[in-house]
């Protein structure tokens, strides 16, 4: 039996990122602390946590570096602050009663501690460690985080060390801006002139991607870090290959076409699904979605009833299959597209649409970010306020 806690603290080059498990010597972290110490590797010299040189802490800790210790500024950084940081934190959980002081000698603490070589300031480093292989450790007794909580926040979260937040559809409805034509710059544009929301999607059209190919999706990318962001490649064959090439390229979600042979749309749903991005499956020209999802193996995250720009003046939306689609597929977001206007928000959003796409409306207009507001007004609930969480 063990235990595990993480901890981030910190800023600049002396950020501390420690990994603690605690647990009885007589199980396999025991075995696993007698390995480390026997079988040391070179660049990452396991240490034990000490107040002072020949005075151990209890219960037992060992201090395993993250980072490669090339020479000897990078041994005495570990080697001092961060070993003493880490031993006098663990000596203050025992007196604060949180570890238990019944067997100190039948359990033991392994610490992971991450070093930054540009790392200079000794007491910024201690203090950092300390603080954070004390919340470590108070994580790890608690069994931190909870199930609520870490369901709450795998979509809200953004990493600190990374540049973007790998977003997710999670709190519909959402506005997709469909971005169809067929001129990269007319599309940068309208992109740059868009209002910052988490209601917003970016949908790399189909005219753009036939002219520009999956750069056109990079050119987004670029520009859109955190937007959830759409290759609406309408996949036909070689449903693999294109949800890969459009992963790498940067979206998000990928468009399958409702068309496609019965083993493509499995093979791309779950090619789609294996590496991380939403199979988005496009029900245009097909007459009965609800028939074509009941015989699939491996469903969609989101099915589009669509009608085409061409199909706009002289078809209706489907409004009742919404309804239909979310009763038989509670798990399925559905969108809707093809001449959505600020006034038919409601009847949209009461059928059940959790999407709504919408593309000349907004990217021909004369103020796009104005053209974007009035559907944002009315859908409402934006901006998550639960993103930037204090611990």
Known sequence: MYLVGEALVGEGAELAHVDVLVGDLEGVLGSSLA??????????????????????????????????????SDVARVFGPVQYAVAKAVADAVEEGLIPVGDLDGIAVICGVYVDPEARDVNRLFHYNYSAVKLALK??????????????????????????????????PYLQVALDNPDIEAIKRVVSQLPRSDRIILEAGTPLIKRYGLDAV???????????????????????????????????????????????????????????????????????????????KVLPRVVIIHRGIDQEASTRIRWNLLGDLKARFS??????????????????LSSGADILIVGRYITQARDPRRAALEFLRRIGLDMDQLRIHVE
Request: glycine share 6%; hydrophobic share 45%; proline share 9%.
């Open 218 to 296: 990079r050119e987004l990318r670029s520009m859109a870090r955190d937007n959830f962001l759409i290759a609406d490649l309408k996949t036909l064959d070689s449903g693999r290959i294109e949800v890969d090439e459009a992963m790498e390229a940067g979206a998000d979600g990928v468009v399958v076409s409702g068309l496609a042979p019965r083993d493509v749309l499995e093979e791309f749903i779950y090619e789609a699904e294996r590496i991380g991005v939403y199979p988005i499956l496009d029900m245009t020209d097909i007459p009965d979605p609800v028939r074509l999802l009941s015989n699939l």
């Open 331 to 348: 798990r399925i977001l559905v969108a809707a597209a093809g001449g959505i206007t600020p006034e038919s928000i409601p009847a949209a």
């Open 35 to 72: 390995q480390a110490m026997a079988r040391v590797r070179m660049g990452h010299t396991p240490l034990p946590g000490v107040i002072r040189p020949n005075l151990l802490v209890k219960p037992f800790t060992l201090i395993v570096p993250k980072v490669d210790l090339k020479n000897f």
């Open 139 to 172: 994580r790890a007794m608690s069994g931190f985080p909870s199930v609520e909580r870490l369901l709450s926040e795998k979509d809200r979260s953004r990493h600190p060390l990374t540049r973007f937040r790998a977003p997710r559809l999670w709190m519909p």
